[in-house]
């Protein structure tokens, strides 16, 4: 559509301009209406095809939404869908001839045109709903003449292409309602809490009053007073129109404005996830951005909502109460030294929600002296008494808080008396991650990249590449089953040295212990360093690359001993997805986000399905799984033992305590934990191994798996065919007859079982000290043996944590007398 440029301005211009609008009023209304019908404006055909932009959804596995994505907040709705008296509202207040006109009031316009020749400038609209919708889709805010000739014949034509509904619903999906929200149906969530079909007669008059939006002069959220009174303005008009009578009209002035919130409004959780599921609709050559935020897709995805809010605050809670342990800190704001005023500050964070337990708070310190300190929220005053900061070793905050500054503070609950106590806290350094598959499915359950997504946007459990610790020892066993070994085989555990050209490598063991003779099985079970590293040696670099590969990590593995005790950097995601193929009998599953992506007539756009690869033998797979089962047990994970079973996982730890993993499963479930901080070359402390850091958030995560009924417990996994399970030695991989030392349950394909029963002289030798069992050991092939001098190792079990308690010894057979030392074999 053409429209003629505007000339210059000038007194005369503007006189004649107006005569002339009135004559065309006054003489050409008729020719007007037929002109109309023998020019068509190609604009209105486009609105048959009109889609105003709407929101896109995020759903979880339950089809409750999640998250969000529009560039206008608009849920279109029909007008069978709003309140009579909302489409009665908008029409008195609107447009009160809506119905009998044909586009445009010449009554009101004359009315507008005569007050505009008065004052001499453009005051007044007269615009029916017709040409305001015309205005909105098609025109700028600009007030003129030429446009509004424009605009009253498009509005012609608009009428004599669509009905009245068809109008009237553009019109009241169209129109910014404030807050960000388009549309009726928006708004009557945003402000009252429910559906525009279910508004009362002074809610449907308070949203219509919101169609002359003016800047958010009429919120009834920041201006109540101005809501008010433009919604009696509103009644007013109904009455005059006879929608209502004066005694409806007066009970609804009478009536207060009371705003609610919608129940359906979307969780503030998963931000990490659902900010994955933006990033691919974005970079999707299906979709792309213009989808994403005009289209109003619906995108449900394989996330548990309760789940995902569940592992969220577990992690928060882990994260915070391990900074604590690295120390207080003062806060880094005081509003005095900025400026402002603590009698009067009022943080953007603070809500009139009730208080929740768990939960960080921002509070202006008002008073401190050494009966504690006294803290604002909001108007709550609240007292810090010194069990509230007994964690920052002082007996009172003297000289570490005062007045103005900004601190975080919790409510506790004591889990026995039900008591609560508001506790001193701070926002962690420390970050962390979190990930939860479905065993069978992969599908991503839940998944947390950082302590707070508002914080910080980086997800680490997605974008980050860690070193693994020990956590990677489990797939150098692996890949050592696939060629042959088994977990009763022994290792010689030694301070050894390993030429690498110019350079000797020379792991060494937690606390500088050595074992001697020890099973593949308890030197996982305690994640014992040498026996890994000489075990990658055995099994060569390219078997345990392409092991770890098929698990589905794409991080390169250095061709180095080093990498058997996790130098490589993987995501955790990754990990966790690894550890899946030992829970899932030897099947990789790529880890899966959405189920399907529709448009809003539900029409299926995108499906997905479980991407599925054999990773190894399911033999293998179970082989490992179960000595996981025994790291449980008996070994790192020993705290995890109370959890109902079966259980399995390992320990991470890398060196100088930078990282702190716990990669463990259920049958259904598989769980990755990584903790650290973004500065990979800082320390979380000395003992902060992935038993003290990470596991405890493991555990609380399944039992938060077992508080939601998400999985059964049974005796153990299940096994596949070709595997048997026998009795074994623990300290010689013998078979578990005889005189032993500790007779455990061991899983072994079928014919690679222990052969030969334990006997007093094995058991002497496992009890020497660990240099002199060399006599009595045959190396392995390709087994390093260059020992190494190292004049403090000590013998003992070198585990990556202490053990718990050795059982009692079990023996298929009464103890014998202690046997003499054997001579070594010649």
């Known amino acids: 559509m053409n429209v003629t440029p505007a000339a210059p301005k000038t007194p005369f211009h503007g006189r004649s301009r107006l005569l002339i609008i009135f004559a065309a009023i006054a003489l050409g209304i008729p020719s007007g209406f037929v002109l109309a019908h023998v020019i068509h404006f190609p604009l209105v055909r486009s609105l048959e095809d009109y889609q105003p932009a709407i929101i896109t959804r995020v759903y979880d596995r339950n089809g409750v ?88 014949a498009l509005a012609i034509d608009i009428e004599k292409n669509f009905t009245k509904d068809q109008i009237f619903e553009l019109y009241a999906n169209q129109a910014y309602m404030g807050h960000g929200a388009y549309g009726v149906e928006s708004a ?127 992690m928060q809670r882990g994260l915070r109460r391990w900074d604590r342990r690295r120390g207080f800190r003062r806060p880094s704001r005081n509003l005095i030294t900025e400026g402002a005023d603590p009698e009067t500050y009022k943080d953007p964070a603070w809500t009139s929600d009730p208080y929740t337990t768990a939960k960080l708070y921002t509070a202006v310190v008002m008073h401190v002296d050494r009966n504690g300190v006294t803290a604002r929220i909001n108007r709550d005053n609240i007292t810090l008494t010194s069990a509230s900061f007994v964690w920052t070793e002082r007996t009172d905050m003297l000289g570490a808080l005062k007045r103005g500054d900004l601190i975080s503070i919790r409510l506790d609950e004591d889990s026995k008396t039900h008591t609560r106590m508001w506790k001193l806290d701070q926002l962690p ?173 539900d029409r299926v756009l995108e499906e997905q399905t479980p991407v599925l690869s054999e990773a190894t033998d399911p033999k293998v797979a179970y082989e490992v799984a179960y000595m996981l089962h025994g790291t449980v047990l008996r070994g790192t994970a020993y705290e995890a033992h109370t959890l109902p079973p079966p259980i399995a996982g390992k320990t991470g730890t890398t060196n100088a305590y930078t990282d702190a993993w716990f990669m463990g499963f259920s049958p259904e479930f598989c769980v990755g934990v990584w903790i650290g901080y973004d500065d990979p070359s800082r320390t979380l402390g000395p003992g902060a191994t992935g038993a003290e850091v990470a596991l405890p958030v493991w555990i609380e995560i399944f039992k938060q798996i077992d508080a939601l009924k998400l999985r059964t417990p049974r005796p153990d996994f299940e096994a596949p065919t070709g595997i048997v399970i026998v009795p074994m030695d623990l300290k010689t991989g013998r078979r578990g007859v005889g005189p032993c030392a500790r007779v455990v349950m061991e899983a072994f394909i079928a014919g690679q079982e222990p052969d030969k029963d334990c006997s007093g002289s094995t058991v002497a030798v496992s009890k020497l000290p660990y240099y002199l069992q060399r006599p009595f050991y045959q190396p392995k092939e390709f087994e390093p043996t260059l020992a190494a001098p190292d004049a403090s190792a000590q013998t003992g079990e070198g585990g990556e944590s202490p053990a718990p308690p050795e059982e009692e010894r079990t023996s298929t057979a009464a103890p014998p007398p202690p046997p003499p030392v054997p001579k070594p074999p010649v």
């Open 188 to 314: 009557s969530r945003l402000y009252f809490g429910k559906h525009a079909k279910d508004l009362t007669l002074p809610e449907g008059a308070t949203i219509a009053g919101l169609f002359q939006h003016r800047g958010g002069y009429y919120s009834p959220i920041n201006h109540p007073d101005h809501a008010l009174d433009r919604r009696n303005i509103v009644l007013g008009r109904m009455l005059k129109e006879h929608y209502i009578n004066q005694q409806q009209y007066q009970q609804a002035v009478n009536t207060p404005i009371v705003l609610g919130t919608f129940k359906e409004e979307t969780p503030k959780v998963g931000g990490y996830f659902s900010e994955e599921i933006r990033q691919y609709i974005e970079q999707s050559k299906n979709f792309g951005v213009e989808n994403l935020y005009q289209r109003g897709l619906k995108v449900y995805t394989t996330l548990d909502l309760p789940l995902q809010e569940a592992v969220e605050k577990v």
């Open 65 to 152: 939404p999640f998250a969000e994505y529009a560039i206008q907040k608009r849920i279109v709705v029909t007008k069978r869908d709003m309140s009579p008296r909302l489409v009665e509202a908008i029409i008195a207040t609107e447009d009160a001839d809506f119905r009998n006109h044909g586009g445009f009031n010449p009554k009101s316009m004359l009315r507008a045109a005569f007050r505009d020749l008065i004052q001499r400038k453009k005051v007044e609209g007269a615009s029916t709903i017709t040409q305001q919708l015309a205005k909105q889709l098609f025109f700028t805010p600009e007030k003129s003449w030429t446009r509004k000739v424009n605009e009253i």
């Open 429 to 601: 350094q420390v970050q962390g991650a979190a990930v939860v598959l479905d065993v069978k499915s992969g599908e991503v359950r839940a998944l947390v990249g950082g302590y707070d997504f508002q914080f910080s946007k980086f997800n680490r459990a997605i974008q980050s590449r860690r070193q693994t610790g020990s956590s990677f020892k489990p797939i150098v066993y692996g890949a050592a089953f696939e060629k042959g070994l088994t977990p009763a085989d022994t290792i010689f555990d030694e301070p050894i040295a390993i030429p690498m050209g110019s350079t000797i490598y020379a792991p060494k063991n937690y606390y500088g212990k050595y074992s001697g003779i020890v099973t593949i099985q308890r030197a996982l079970e305690l994640s014992i360093n040498v026996p890994a590293v000489k075990t990658w040696m055995m099994v060569g670099p390219q078997r345990v690359s392409d092991f770890a590969h098929r698990l589905g990590i794409t991080s390169d593995i250095p061709p180095y001993p080093s990498a058997a005790l996790g130098a490589a950097g993987v995501s955790p995601i990754e990990m966790t997805a690894a550890y899946n193929v030992f829970a899932n009998q030897g099947v990789y599953v790529k880890p899966q986000m959405i189920r399907r992506i529709v448009d809003p007539t």
